[in-house]
Every structure is written in structure tokens, then in C-alpha cells.
């Protein structure tokens, strides 16, 4: 069965520190990957997406991805934390058909 | 619309009642998503429609839920004879084409006494 992991529930990072959430796929294919994040009470939002091209993904808030088709990983990267950061973080593929599959999420936390 | 609006945002009902819940997706975006998630969990696919057709309802747990899209713009997601299990937050996105990324709603949070 495909399915996207993240292996750890929270991460805890002190802030202006570097930050990374981690995400591994197993899907077939060439997936589109994803991640998107979650405030308390809202809908989530998409953050950025690879597709094709250069591993190294820029997204919104200052946020990059690294895609690794070797490892199968896809993993969230900050240079420097805000406290404003903490929040839900999913890590999500698509590989055709019609759904996207989500990770369990990994709860961000930064600590002023 | 600005973005995908749902409605209502919280809605308490009792076991073996009926719930509506409605999704007004971004104007113009073809495809619309339903998913469920529940507390811990990441969203789980329940139906897909790309116009008014349901391309894939895969995710629908059972045949007490049903989605509707007569239009190709608003849809409704019903769910007959609800069980305290179909407690979640059910989240609408809808996007321009399939692969590309979702703009979600803010879910509607569906609580069943």
C-alpha cells in the first residue's frame, strides 16, 4: 500500500535555530510531494510542492524542502525557527489517479 | 470566492440523525476533495469530483455517506443514521487540476452524541 510517514509526532526547536520535519514516501511512481501546515482552528495550507527538477524546493514563510529520491525523503528544512512556526505540519503525495496522501502530521514547536 | 468556505464550522448532532455539509470551492477550480480527519490523524481521501461527476469516491467508508455536486461548483457531503465514529473534522479542497496544490477550507468540526 503507498503511504507517506513521518516519523516523529513533535519536534521541538528553539527559536532563530535551524529546523527540519522529516517526511518518507512509499508510493510508485514519481509522486508529487507536498507539505502543508496547520494553525489551531484553520484549514491547511499549502506551503510548497516539488515536482520535477531541482531537489532543493522553496516554499512560503521562508520554508525549503529537500527532495532525495534515493532515501524516498522529503524533508521540511528552515534555516532559522520563529515562534510563530509552531503549528501542524503535513507532508502529503500524489501519484496520479485522483488522491493525495497525507501523513499522520508532526506538531512543530519553538521555543522563544 | 476568495478561497473554499465551509459550512457551518461545528456542528453537534445526535446518533442516528442526518448532517448536511456544505463546500463552496474556489471559483473557476474544477476539482473538489472531501476528506476526513480525525483528532492525531493526517486527512483521509473520502471522494473526489472533477465537475459534477464523483471520479472516485473510494474513501467513502460506507453507503451512509453520500456527496453530491450537481452543479460543478457547490457540493454537499450527507451522512445518513451518524454513529459517535463519524466524529472528525471534514475537510473540503478544491484545486485547479489534479496534482497540483490544495487550497483547503477550514473544515467542518462534526461532534455525534
Known amino acids: 500500500a503507498q503511504s507517506v510517514a513521518q516519523p516523529e509526532d513533535q519536534v521541538n526547536v528553539a527559536e532563530g535555530n535551524p529546523l527540519t520535519v522529516k517526511c518518507t514516501y512509499s508510493?510508485?511512481?514519481?509522486?508529487?510531494l507536498f507539505w502543508y501546515v496547520q494553525y489551531p482552528n484553520r484549514g491547511l495550507q499549502f506551503l510548497l510542492k516539488y515536482i520535477t527538477g531541482d531537489n532543493l524546493v522553496k516554499g512560503s514563510y521562508g520554508f525549503e524542502a529537500e527532495f532525495n529520491k534515493s532515501q524516498t525523503s522529503f524533508h521540511l528544512k528552515k534555516p532559522s525557527a520563529l515562534v510563530s512556526d509552531s503549528a501542524l505540519y503535513f507532508c502529503a503525495a500524489y501519484t496520479g489517479g485522483f488522491k493525495t496522501i497525507f501523513g499522520a502530521g508532526t506538531r512543530l514547536f519553538v521555543k522563544a | 470566492g476568495a478561497g473554499v468556505s465551509q459550512t457551518p464550522s461545528n456542528k453537534v448532532t445526535e446518533k442516528g440523525k442526518y448532517v448536511e455539509l456544505r463546500c463552496d470551492p474556489i471559483s473557476g477550480h474544477t476539482a473538489l476533495y472531501w476528506y476526513r480527519q480525525s483528532l492525531g490523524q493526517g486527512p483521509e481521501f473520502l471522494i473526489y469530483f472533477q465537475g459534477t461527476g464523483a471520479a472516485d469516491d473510494s474513501g467513502l467508508p460506507n453507503d451512509r455517506f453520500f456527496a453530491v455536486r450537481p452543479e460543478g461548483s457547490v457540493s454537499t457531503l450527507k451522512i445518513q443514521r451518524t454513529e459517535r465514529g463519524d466524529s472528525a473534522v471534514y475537510l473540503c479542497?478544491?484545486?485547479?487540476?489534479?496534482?497540483?496544490?490544495?487550497?483547503f477550507g477550514s473544515g467542518t468540526r462534526l461532534t455525534v452524541v
Open positions: 508510493v510508485s511512481g514519481n509522486p508529487y
Open positions: 479542497a478544491s484545486s485547479f487540476e489534479q496534482g497540483y496544490g490544495y487550497t
